[in-house]
Nanobody
Framework: QVQLVESGGGLVQPGGSLRLSCAAS????????MGWYRQAPGKQRELVAR????????NYADSVKGRFTISRDNAKNTVFLQMNSLKPEDTAVYYC???????????WGQGTQVTVSS
């Protein structure tokens, strides 16, 4: 059974930082592209950041470039999202995603709420 379990969300003031974690089980983690997506109320889910299987390639949404950093630890089957200089518009539910195009696999976590407010 595949599980992606996010943690690290919460309430933070503007300008603050949070670090999200996503622990994966039930997959060969190092063969999956891992991503973080977010969905704000009334909006579509959007890609925040994505990292290749070995970690050498990373992509970011324009809105988070220079503020967020995605990383992964294949030995611990975990992907991280370090979020700095948070803004109220970063408020959303953040979802972890694991994708293996060759296997046609696409898995999602349950989401973790991030609220940026004073």
């Amino acid at each position: 059974q595949v599980q992606l379990v996010e943690s690290g969300g919460g309430l933070v003031q503007p300008g603050g930082s949070l670090r999200l974690s996503c622990a994966a089980s039930g997959i060969i983690f190092s063969t999956y592209v891992m991503g973080w997506y977010r969905q704000a109320p009334g909006k579509q889910r959007e890609l925040v950041a994505r990292i290749s299987q070995g970690g050498s390639s990373r992509n970011y949404a324009d809105s988070v470039k220079g503020r967020f950093t995605i990383s992964r630890d294949n030995a611990k089957n975990t992907v991280f999202l370090q979020m700095n200089s948070l803004k109220p518009e970063d408020t959303a539910v953040y979802y972890c995603n694991a994708r293996n195009v060759g296997l046609d696999d696409d898995y999602w976590g349950q989401g973790t709420q991030v609220t940026v407010s004073s």
